[in-house]
């Protein structure tokens, strides 16, 4: 599917896994219809790349996170824009708590500012939405490249540049948990997702390794090898299986690889730790995977400015390792 005229930064599926939402540098949201890839319509106001986005569970609300140093928040059946919420620094993660009452933003490290990880309350009516944060915490070394609501939206999980996961509680911003650094990442962080049931987490990291967490206590449940650096990971939420994307990074791409559109989606057994598959056909590195939340099918986005719509077949859910 083309709509984009810039590598893809993020996808999300909402809850009923009909409509998928696909962020790209070229500033403009967009969302499919997700059985047949049919572009459904646009969200128009975003004056920079567009880093990330999240839809609310009724899907009534999109808030997406931009490069222009502003949160938006946006009407999904009309592409109205609600509300603008406005930082110094560009704004990278966007996550909505369960009940969609909250939100947590990342901010970027701009000129003489840290990175930061914003809460906002979000109103149920747009008119009444304010910019006051309900937290802030001011992040660590260079980019927070992700941060998610833990169970029950007491903790926040964030992960980043400097490689280290980090709980923080939601309440104070008191920082809880920090991953050990020897069963950590190596190398920044460039991806994080969630389980269906919030118990465990995956990220991805340039060191060229994926790792499984349990979200409570932040112990390393398994680690997934692959021989190019991450940009993008994702979980089934029928099978045990994850998914990993990536490439070269972006600034590597000049050089051509003589394997053109062999840049693939690689599957891994969840438990047992070993690749059983891939997917191919994006021309570029892939930078985004969303698993459809009925586990029959996935996407993906590439440096391309491709989305590659997935549909498994039925012998996909009887592989037998």
Not at 39 to 58: E, I
Not at 89 to 101: C, I, L, Q
Not at 282 to 305: C, Q, T, Y
Request: glycine share 10%.
């Amino acid at each position: 599917m083309k709509g984009h005229e810039r590598p893809l930064t993020f996808l999300k599926y909402n809850r009923d896994g009909d409509l998928l939402f696909s962020c790209a540098k070229d500033h403009t949201p967009t969302v499919w219809f997700a059985d047949n890839g049919e572009r459904l319509g646009t969200y128009r106001g975003h004056n920079g790349a567009v880093w990330s986005c999240d839809v609310s569970r009724d899907s009534m609300r999109l808030i997406t996170g931009s490069a222009d140093q502003t949160v938006k928040l946006w009407n999904v059946q009309t592409g109205a824009q609600l509300y603008t919420f406005n930082f110094g620094s560009p704004a990278r993660s966007v996550d909505f708590s369960v009940g969609d009452k909250l939100a947590v933003i990342t901010t970027d490290p701009f000129m003489e500012l840290t990175s930061a990880i914003h809460v906002k309350r979000i109103a149920r009516d747009p008119t009444e939405q304010t910019e006051e944060s309900e937290l802030v915490i001011k992040g660590p070394q260079g980019r927070i490249n992700r941060a998610v609501w833990g169970p029950l939206n007491r903790t926040i999980v964030s992960a980043g540049e400097d490689a280290v996961i980090r709980i923080w509680d939601s309440e104070t911003g008191k920082l809880l948990r920090e991953a050990d650094k020897e069963s950590g990442h190596k190398k920044a962080i460039t991806s994080l997702t969630k389980s269906a049931d919030g118990s465990h987490f995956l990220t991805g990291s340039l060191d060229k390794s994926a790792k499984l967490w349990d979200t409570r206590t932040l112990t390393l449940i398994k680690t997934y090898v692959t021989e190019r650096p991450v940009n993008a990971v994702a979980m089934s939420p029928l099978l045990d299986h994850v998914v990993l994307g990536g490439g070269q990074d972006a600034s590597a791409v000049t050089t051509t690889d003589h394997r053109a559109g062999k840049f693939e989606a690689k599957f891994f057994d969840k438990i047992l730790q070993e690749e059983i598959g891939g997917v191919k056909g994006h021309f570029g590195p892939i930078n985004a995977l969303a698993f459809n939340p009925d586990g029959k099918s996935f996407s993906s986005g590439g440096e391309d400015g491709y989305v590659r719509l997935h549909h498994f077949d039925p012998d996909y859910f009887n592989i037998k390792i």
